[in-house]
């Protein structure tokens, strides 16, 4: 009973402190050379893990996507990103959280 | 003078870092473009800073024959509609024309007005600008050519019309390669002259720059 207990709480542990990636689409970000500037904003961001992608940040071209990785234990603004990114040039449309292996699972409100 | 509006006349249609970035809030570039027609070599030196991506102000500064030409400075406002898988961009830009050469300086005012739209395969950007003795039209059309982690190309066609007051008319066309990584741009054009009228002036242009933006 003690072991699994144990077990359970290092499982929930583990969830909570589980990193968050967001994929964003994205209007307008067709070209590599002028999405720099959707990299530099959203880069400054304080919760974002730059360990992970290319400082945190995925562009994806063919898809228009942006993923992001947000650090342990802190959460999305989600105001923040969208504004980084218009701020970075381009419009922000719609966010979803994703799975552990990369699927989106529902619309951030 | 003579000389000095015609090479004018190449590079006011096109604004720093072909017209692309930065786009960002506060970002800014320079550029360096060698150019060379009729015998002449021209070094430009340019620079832009983007407030937000609608107001932009820009400048341009020629060196030949060892001393510094006129000063141009400009004020691009852009008008962008992102899409899905396309953006494009209606741009008005007056500028100014600054006496700052020891010889044969002047003011002279612009303006220019320009739509560009791109998609993730094609570019295309129409530019007509007027200044107080010349009107312009410049076209650039092309592919994108991606070739990831950040890089790629961009091959385009180039054709450019000019009408003066004094010096003739002419149309003159040809490629132009585009080469980018991550925050560095390359561009490299050659124009044939294919249609002159009342011009002395019957050979080939060549343009090699770089930008960076940051």
Known sequence: MIIKGLALFIALISTSAMAQDYVIKVNGIVCDFCTLGVTKKVTKLPFIDRSKYDKGVKVEIESQKVTIAVKDGMALDKDALFAAIESGGYNPVEIWQLTDDGKPIANKP | ?214
Do not use: C
């Open chain 2, 1 to 214: 003078m003579l000389l000095t509006l015609l090479l004018s006349g190449q590079v006011i249609a096109h604004q720093p870092v072909m017209d692309m970035a930065p786009r960002w809030d506060d970002g800014y570039g320079f550029q360096t473009r060698v150019e060379h027609f009729n015998s002449v070599t021209t070094t430009w030196v340019e620079g832009v800073y983007t407030w937000d991506k609608s107001v932009r102000a820009t400048f341009k500064l020629p060196y030949r024959d060892g001393a510094w030409g006129d000063l141009i400075l400009g004020l691009p406002l852009k008008k962008y509609k992102n899409e899905p898988n396309r953006t494009s961009n209606w741009s008005f830009t007056p500028s100014v024309q600054i006496p700052t050469a020891s010889d044969r300086s002047k003011w002279d005012l612009g303006l220019s007005i320009s739509y560009s739209a791109e998609n993730q395969a094609a570019y295309q950007l129409f530019d007509l600008y007027i200044w107080e003795d010349r009107v312009g039209f410049d076209m650039n059309i092309g592919i994108a050519d991606r070739r990831g982690r950040g890089q790629g190309f961009f091959w385009l066609w180039d054709v450019s019309a000019l009408t003066t007051d004094s010096e003739g008319d002419r149309i003159q066309t040809g490629p132009v390669v585009v080469y980018f990584k991550e925050s560095v741009m390359l561009r490299a054009e050659y124009k044939a002259l294919v249609y002159e009228r009342d011009s002395q002036w019957s050979r080939g242009f060549f343009s090699l720059g770089i930008g960076v933006v940051f």
